[in-house]
């Protein structure tokens, strides 16, 4: 148990409060830096020791302290007003201050400080500044995050009009993905109606046949844990941790598989930007299948088209028929479609 020594003054505590004070601790943005400034404070207006500290209940852990070498890990309290805080050496009080985070934040003094209530008002509005701050930070934070995926979907769909190939694609996106989930083993897959796979690939390794087994058997995003047993062991060895299927109306079009991430941290299957980035991708694969198929379309067209014009030339010319003085000939051709079936 520490032993403090009592200072009696009759000097009151909010005789000491300045201006620098009151912003010093409206310019925090944090509640650890509130913490810390308002302790600085209540020591400046000569309190002999303060303890903040944040939790509900009756239990509190400290966030921040001075004049006191030890302060419990844990600090319990019984009564609802001015609660004594029994892990303390002396008789203390307890002020609570404001709501943060969910949890209820308090200043604990030894007991009976004079004239420590006007600056326990001064923190209650400070603190309610630094939240509303921490609000505003956290919106603007949002919009930011929700800006750059909008600008992401952009780019990403510019991408997909303006890229005529599986390879140029998956290589943008790869580089995207690899370095927002800032992962070193990424594998993206591409399957056209045929069957045929296009991978872009980063310390993956796996056939077309698993792929493919991949793509039919898992249709929602999972976790290596939540795969069946023979393909948890083939994505083991791969240090595959993470599947997300590409799929546009129910049919799968390509897949993602992801590694861990190099920080330890782990990846979260509703992060907004993978989810929306995962569904602007297969759409964008979709969208280079539609335009395959225009692009064959209209190849087997050009092909017809000279097919036509070539059965068209194997018809005697007017200028030929007219040498013939004894008969009046014409010749004409008009096949069902591009071109003509017997000639």
Same mark, same amino acid.
């Given at each position: 148990?520490?032993?403090?020594?009592?200072?009696?003054?009759?000097?009151?505590?909010?005789?000491?409060?300045?201006?620098?004070?009151?912003?010093?601790?409206?310019?925090?943005?944090?509640?650890?830096?509130?913490?810390?400034?308002?302790?600085?404070?209540?020591?400046?207006?000569?309190?002999?020791?303060?303890?903040?500290?944040?939790?509900g209940g009756g239990t509190y852990h400290s966030i921040a302290h001075a004049?006191?070498?030890?302060?419990?890990?844990?600090?319990?309290?019984?009564?609802?007003?001015?609660?004594?805080?029994?892990?303390?050496?002396?008789?203390?009080?307890?002020?609570?201050?404001?709501?943060?985070?969910?949890?209820?934040?308090?200043?604990?003094?030894?007991?009976?400080?004079?004239?420590?209530?006007?600056?326990?008002?001064?923190?209650?509005?400070?603190?309610?500044?630094?939240?509303?701050?921490?609000?505003?930070?956290?919106?603007?934070?949002?919009?930011?995050?929700?800006n750059q995926l909008l600008q992401t979907m952009f780019e990403l769909t510019?991408?997909?009009?303006?890229?005529?190939?599986?390879?140029?694609?998956?290589?943008?996106?790869?580089?995207?993905?690899?370095?927002?989930?800032?992962?070193?083993?990424?594998?993206?897959?591409?399957?056209?109606?045929?069957?045929?796979?296009?991978?872009?690939?980063?310390?993956?390794?796996?056939?077309?046949?698993?792929?493919?087994?991949?793509?039919?058997?898992?249709?929602?995003?999972?976790?290596?844990?939540?795969?069946?047993?023979?393909?948890?062991?083939?994505?083991?060895?791969?240090?595959?941790?993470?599947?997300?299927?590409?799929?546009?109306?129910?049919?799968?079009?390509?897949?993602? %598989? @992801?590694? !861990? $991430?190099?920080?330890?941290?782990? &990846?979260?299957?509703?992060?907004?930007? /993978?989810?929306?980035?995962?569904? *602007?991708?297969?759409?964008?694969?979709?969208?280079?299948?539609?335009?395959?198929?225009?692009?064959?379309?209209?190849?087997?067209?050009?092909? %017809? @088209?000279? !097919? $036509?014009?070539?059965?068209?030339? &194997?018809?005697?010319?007017?200028?030929? /028929?007219?040498?013939?003085?004894? *008969?009046?000939?014409?010749?004409?051709?008009?096949?069902?479609?591009?071109?003509?079936?017997?000639?």
């Amino acid at each position: 148990m520490l032993s403090l020594p009592m200072k009696q003054t009759s000097e009151r505590c909010w005789d000491h409060l300045s201006a620098d004070h009151v912003v010093a601790l409206v310019s925090c943005r944090s509640l650890e830096e509130f913490a810390a400034v308002l302790c600085m404070l209540l020591c400046d207006c000569h309190v002999e020791w303060c303890i903040v500290a944040r939790g509900g209940g009756g239990t509190y852990h400290s966030i921040a302290h001075a004049g006191l070498e030890v302060v419990p890990a844990r600090l319990t309290s019984t009564s609802d007003v001015l609660r004594p805080i029994a892990e303390l050496p002396t008789q203390c009080d307890l002020h609570r201050i404001g709501l943060s985070e969910g949890e209820e934040i308090v200043t604990i003094v030894r007991s009976r400080q004079e004239g420590i209530e006007p600056i326990i008002a001064v923190a209650r509005a400070a603190l309610d500044t630094v939240a509303q701050r921490r609000k505003t930070a956290t919106l603007e934070r949002s919009l930011l995050e929700r800006n750059q995926l909008l600008q992401t979907m952009f780019e990403l769909t510019r991408d997909a009009t303006v890229t005529t190939s599986r390879e140029r694609l998956l290589h943008i996106a790869g580089l995207r993905l690899l370095a927002h989930t800032l992962t070193t083993r990424l594998m993206l897959v591409a399957i056209d109606r045929h069957g045929n796979c296009t991978t872009w690939t980063r310390g993956i390794r796996l056939d077309c046949r698993t792929i493919i087994e991949l793509t039919s058997s898992i249709s929602t995003p999972c976790s290596l844990d939540e795969c069946s047993s023979a393909l948890r062991c083939l994505l083991a060895d791969q240090y595959i941790e993470y599947v997300l299927p590409l799929r546009v109306r129910e049919e799968p079009v390509g897949i993602i %598989l @992801l590694g !861990a $991430r190099a920080d330890g941290s782990q &990846l979260k299957f509703d992060d907004a930007f /993978l989810v929306a980035y995962a569904n *602007a991708l297969a759409v964008a694969l979709e969208q280079l299948e539609l335009v395959e198929r225009l692009v064959e379309q209209q190849r087997l067209e050009q092909e %017809l @088209l000279l !097919a $036509r014009s070539i059965q068209q030339r &194997l018809l005697p010319t007017s200028d030929h /028929l007219q040498t013939i003085h004894s *008969a009046m000939i014409a010749a004409y051709l008009e096949p069902a479609r591009h071109v003509s079936g017997d000639y």
